[in-house]
T-cell receptor, first 115, second 115 residues
Framework: DTGVSQNPRHKITKRGQNVTFRCDPISEHNRLYWYRQTLGQGPEFLTYFQNEAQLEKSRLLSDRFSAERPKGSFSTLEIQRTEQGDSAMYLC?????????????FGAGTRLSVL | GNSVTQMEGPVTLSEEAFLTINCTYTATGYPSLFWYVQYPGEGLQLLLKATKADDKGSNKGFEATYRKETTSFHLEKGSVQVSDSAVYFCALSDKNPGTASKLTFGTGTRLQVTL
């Protein structure tokens, strides 16, 4: 169990550029979640996958955001045409169903700065 | 919708002082409740949880009791240490299978413990 891994840890980009983040969940965890955390706030849910199926998306996830989990293992989150308001910490979490309270384990996050 | 309200920080305490961080929630049904901790530069870590009314979660000297009548889940520790300095997040997940246990977080409370 090596924990949830997110790459890159930091990303600086110019407004209008596209960015992609990767999340590698804990092996054998079938659920994968994306959250966004802005300064001084708690994380906010964006979307989640069960295996390779994306089953729920928040209203926060505009059309410029897309997430995939093609083989039910790692996931990517892409933001197209970035805006300054996209600057935040993007957190990934994973969990395994059937383990009681469905405890989510978080990665260290990818901090995005849009200039 | 679901929501979590935490006391605002920062909370500054001397080592060995008693800690209380208040958390109240609004949810439909009977959610699971969590406290997560975020140390500087690290990801969110689960500190403790409770899944039903009157359950007490505990870990590393921290405790919180699920109070349905007051919709609260206050975090307590009898004697804090400098190493407890971190940001603490209260969170809930409802048990509706359709929402897949996505977490709703409070805004976080920063704890600073001094010698």
């Amino acid at each position: 169990d090596t924990g949830v891994s997110q790459n890159p840890r930091h990303k600086i980009t110019k407004r209008g550029q596209n960015v992609t983040f990767r999340c590698d969940p804990i092996s054998e965890h079938n659920r994968l979640y994306w959250y966004r955390q802005t300064l001084g706030q708690g994380p906010e849910f964006l979307t989640y996958f069960q295996n390779e199926a994306q089953l729920e998306k928040s209203r926060l996830l505009s059309d410029r955001f897309s997430a995939e989990r093609p083989k039910g293992s790692f996931s990517t989150l892409e933001i197209q045409r970035t805006e300054q308001g996209d600057s935040a910490m993007y957190l990934c979490a994973s969990s395994r169903t059937g383990t009681g309270a469905d405890i989510q384990y978080f990665g260290a996050g990818t901090r995005l700065s849009v200039l | 919708g679901n929501s979590v309200t935490q006391m605002e920080g920062p909370v500054t305490l001397s080592e060995e002082a008693f800690l209380t961080i208040n958390c109240t929630y609004t949810a439909t049904g009977y959610p699971s409740l969590f406290w997560y901790v975020q140390y500087p530069g690290e990801g969110l870590q689960l500190l403790l949880k409770a899944t039903k009314a009157d359950d007490k979660g505990s870990n590393k000297g921290f405790e919180a009791t699920y109070r349905k009548e007051t919709t609260s889940f206050h975090l307590e520790k009898g004697s804090v240490q400098v190493s407890d300095s971190a940001v603490y997040f209260c969170a809930l997940s409802d048990k509706n299978p359709g929402t897949a246990s996505k977490l709703t977080f409070g805004t976080g409370t920063r704890l600073q413990v001094t010698l």
